[in-house]
């Protein structure tokens, strides 16, 4: 953990500020030790330079998401994290998120402080705080969207793409957000709408879809600058065909593994067909994915 997050951390369950323990430091950075609440004295444990700033709830959820990646071997670990790889490669939106988020981070300054809530396995930039639910090399801090560890207005720019629909209650993971955004602060949000469903990890969290009209009724509060397709009917109609035939042809139930081999050789097969998502980018009614860009 660097010590330039203490600046943006705050206790999720008070908001108090935070005192450091350190128990082990590693190349200038903090490997172990906790952080305590000066308000409630809550406790938060840093884990491999990672602080977890969950409740007991959330914590049941991270050891619940934790438990597939923990059971399997080192070698597996690396198998997985090739497929990781080969799916970030996959160019199906019209253009890559990578792309729309540097579209996005061009409206701030280089001092800016950002966020992506939900970071998985990736990293946009350096410069972003990156905030999961669950552990990975790209995470900086462990947290809960519907309780974020940060204090109000600590955020020029929130990223939060493929999230929402993995939320039990998005209205509370919303106001959250703009609680955290500074006024004039600027949002990008992603949202599937025709999607199969893909729970995170170990557990069973998918529980929503939206429309055009429910992204914009769910950020009713902040001000839209865009809204539109990310990924249009073609890539709609790529991704149920490989969940299609990886389900069809994998004769493994209990390996993921195969599944996902299946899964990006059907991609890649069926990638000619997202160059016809520019004939078809105004059939919102037939969309895969939905971007909306905003300001507090």
Not at 10 to 27: A, F, R, S, V, Y
Request: hydrophobic letters at 35%.
């Amino acid at each position: 953990m660097k010590e330039r997050l203490l600046d943006y951390l705050c206790c999720p369950k008070c908001k108090g500020d935070l005192k450091m323990e350190i128990q082990e430091t590693k190349q200038e950075q903090i490997k172990t030790g906790k952080l305590i609440c000066s308000k409630c004295q809550q406790e938060y444990e840093i884990r491999d330079g990672i602080p977890i700033m969950l409740d007991k709830q959330s914590r049941v959820l991270l050891q619940q998401s934790s438990k597939p990646s923990m059971q399997i071997g080192l070698f597996k670990q690396q198998i997985s994290k090739i497929l990781r790889k080969m799916h970030s490669l996959e160019p199906y939106s019209i253009n890559s998120l990578y792309q729309r988020v540097e579209k996005f981070l061009n409206y701030f300054d280089y001092g800016a402080k950002t966020c992506d809530l939900g970071c998985g396995y990736r990293r946009f930039d350096q410069r972003i705080v990156n905030l999961d639910i669950t552990l990975s090399e790209y995470v900086d801090i462990v947290g809960d969207a519907h309780i974020l560890p940060f204090a109000d207005e600590t955020f020029d720019g929130i990223i939060c793409t493929s999230v929402l629909e993995h939320v039990w209650n998005p209205v509370k993971v919303v106001n959250e957000i703009y609680r955290i955004l500074k006024k004039g602060g600027k949002i990008y949000i992603e949202v599937p709408f025709l999607y199969p469903y893909h729970p995170v990890t170990g557990t069973d969290m998918d529980y929503q879809r939206y429309t055009e009209a429910g992204l914009l009724n769910l950020f009713k509060d902040f001000k839209p600058l865009e809204l539109g397709v990310s990924g249009g009917p073609n890539v709609a109609l790529i991704v149920f065909l490989r969940q299609y035939f990886s389900e069809l042809f994998n004769f493994w139930h209990n390996h993921d593994a195969p599944r996902e081999i299946i899964s990006i050789i059907t991609g890649w097969i069926l990638l000619p067909l997202k160059y016809l998502d520019p004939l078809l980018i105004k059939r919102k009614s037939i969309a895969s994915i939905f971007y909306f860009v905003g300001e507090k």
